[in-house]
């Protein structure tokens, strides 16, 4: 049993959420999201509270319920106040920038890199620092993840893009004999 949905999830002012067709959609200050929701679970919308409850007593359902309460407590916190990730790019010669709707990245290959940023993203460059945000609490973790991995900070000498709140654990390096 999920604790997590058994509480109704309550609904801020200036914030819209509507249930159709198994489609769930809130409309905010910042935009709107939807999702497909499965039939298994049912969800109630009164009195400026959502509620999840079970249609079916399987395990599947059982599974889905707290993620769908999860989903839902997401979209309603995103289209109020957006998302932000931030990475840091550290490295001599490393360095990132924004051309149009691409993300350059030269680190350290022998060609820079190009990635396409997402229509519903906001990427924003400073010095060494990316910054990544929207009302998708999803894609803007799926695309910061997605740049890091180009170069995961290495042990030795720190090299690479990591997030500005990760701990890059350092080794110890050779010895003067």
Not at 20 to 30: D, E, R, S
Not at 71 to 96: D, F, P, Q, S, W
Not at 116 to 130: E, F, G, R, S, W
Not at 165 to 175: F, L, S, Y
Request: hydrophobic content about 40%; some cysteine; charged content about 25%.
């Amino acid at each position: 049993m999920s604790r997590i949905a058994k509480k109704p999830i309550i609904i801020p002012a200036k914030t819209e959420a509507t249930y159709a067709a198994g489609v769930f959609t809130v409309k905010g200050p910042l935009g709107s999201i939807s999702k497909n929701f499965r039939s298994e679970i049912n969800v109630v919308i009164e009195n400026n509270t959502v509620a999840l409850t079970l249609g079916s007593k399987s395990l599947q359902a059982r599974a889905l319920w707290g993620t769908y309460a999860s989903h839902v407590k997401n979209m309603i916190a995103g289209v109020n106040k957006a998302y932000e990730k931030k990475l840091v790019v550290e490295g001599i010669g490393y360095k990132a920038d924004v051309r149009g709707k691409d993300l350059v990245l030269a680190l350290g290959y022998s060609h820079p890199i190009s990635v396409a940023i997402p229509a519903d993203l906001k990427v924003t460059v400073d010095k060494t620092t990316i910054t990544v945000s929207g009302i998708d609490c999803e894609k803007v973790g799926q695309f910061a993840a997605k740049v890091r991995d180009f170069k995961k900070p290495e042990p030795y000498l720190g090299k690479g893009v990591h997030y500005s709140d990760e701990v890059v654990r350092r080794k110890q390096g050779k010895k003067a004999a």
